[in-house]
């Protein structure tokens, strides 16, 4: 499985993005998927998740409320649309997918990594 992510941006504080995160592969749809951040000299951390039929989803406190996870199993898809974006949101996020099919939060449960997508947001 290949993933390939997009649509991070710079954007004011407030404002709102939609990451989106294209997957290879016919076992797309039985993986669960996840995005992680990583900003400048801190760990990668876990945003969000969801598993393989798109029934179940979890998030981190940080973002619960402003963030949301989904899928569209047709199109080999992922996303995560953010929406009241804070300063403290800036970071390169990742997709990741996980063969189990279910939730995870820890990075080493996750069996591909995308690319990382700059999100900036700016004060």
């Known amino acids: 499985v290949q993933l390939q992510a997009s649509g991070g941006g710079l954007v004011q504080a407030g404002g709102s993005l939609r990451l989106s995160c294209a997957a290879s592969g016919r076992t797309f749809s039985s993986y669960s998927m996840g995005w992680f951040r990583q900003a400048p000299g801190k760990e990668r951390e876990f945003v969000a998740a969801?598993?393989?039929?798109?029934?179940?989803?979890y998030y981190a406190d940080s973002v619960k409320g402003r963030f949301t996870i989904s899928r569209d199993n047709a199109k080999n898809t992922v996303y995560l649309r953010m929406n009241s974006l804070r300063p403290e949101d800036t970071a390169d996020y990742y997709c990741?997918?996980?063969?189990?099919?279910?939730?995870?939060?820890?990075?080493?449960?996750?069996?591909?990594w995308g690319q990382g997508t700059q999100v900036t947001v700016s004060s």
């Open positions: 990741a997918a996980d063969k189990s099919g279910v939730i995870h939060t820890i990075v080493s449960r996750y069996d591909y």
């Open positions: 969801i598993s393989w039929s798109g029934g179940s989803t």
